[in-house]
């Protein structure tokens, strides 16, 4: 009696930890323009709780992650993206925030793709 309960255990367990899907792929669209843009988006989602990766791409602006589901949630990188600076579809930085950017990082002002000049210094 006591093998079949133990085995009962284990199958229970063992189902349970399957049907937990913890880690989930996730992207979202973030503005910013360049390499230091690149570098304090990464930044700000990977100093989110249950972060494990990201990824920002400069020309399609967007932000792959790797997130655990069970200590994260979309919205709360998104308020660690916004404050910072960058701005998302679901949430604008405030303007402290996005006056903390580097001047040539400036997305809102035009649209015009300056990341070379991040280059050259």
């Not at 063992?14 to 989930?24: C, D, I, L, P, V």
């Not at 494990?52 to 997130?67: E, G, H, M, N």
């Not at 925030?97 to 649209?111: D, G, L, T």
């Amino acid at each position: 009696m006591k093998k079949v309960i133990t085995m009962v255990a284990i199958v229970f367990f063992a189902a349970a930890s399957f049907a937990q899907e913890k880690n989930k792929k996730m992207t979202m669209e973030v503005d910013g323009k360049c390499e230091m843009c690149k570098m304090r988006i990464e930044t700000a989602a990977l100093k989110v709780k249950g972060v494990k990766y990201a990824l920002w791409d400069i020309p399609s602006r967007q932000l792959s992650l790797i997130v655990d589901e069970r200590k994260t949630d979309p919205m709360k990188i998104k308020t660690a993206l916004v404050s910072v600076g960058h701005d998302t579809k679901e949430l604008k930085a405030t303007e402290e925030a996005y006056a903390s950017v580097h001047p040539c990082c400036k997305y809102r002002e035009n649209n015009t793709d300056d990341s070379d000049e991040h280059k050259k210094k």
